[in-house]
């Protein structure tokens, strides 16, 4: 469910140099309108698996650790089932 995935090893290497991540979420779906719950369950559990959409098998798992993100980006166009939390 979240954007575009990078390589694993480029994300490690960003790690490395003392940047967290810079998450793209909801381009495929609306996260704050459809799925607010979901996604601050989520965030509780420190990460989420998010399938390749070209190769459904392949899927990674990306640690949503406030000490691995930076920001977390939202595409959406109603923030407000966001608000409440």
Not at 29 to 42: K, L
Request: glycine share 6%.
């Amino acid at each position: 469910m979240l954007g575009s995935l990078l390589p694993e090893a480029f994300l490690w290497s960003i790690k490395d140099r003392g940047f967290g991540l810079i998450i793209s979420a909801s381009r495929r779906t609306d996260i704050p309108v459809f799925y607010v719950n979901w996604f601050f369950n989520r965030l509780k559990e420190g990460g989420v698996l998010v399938p390749n959409p070209f190769n459904p098998k392949q899927v990674s798992k990306i640690s949503l650790k406030p000490n691995d993100v930076e920001a977390i980006v939202f595409w959406t166009k109603n923030v407000a089932p966001m608000l409440p939390y």
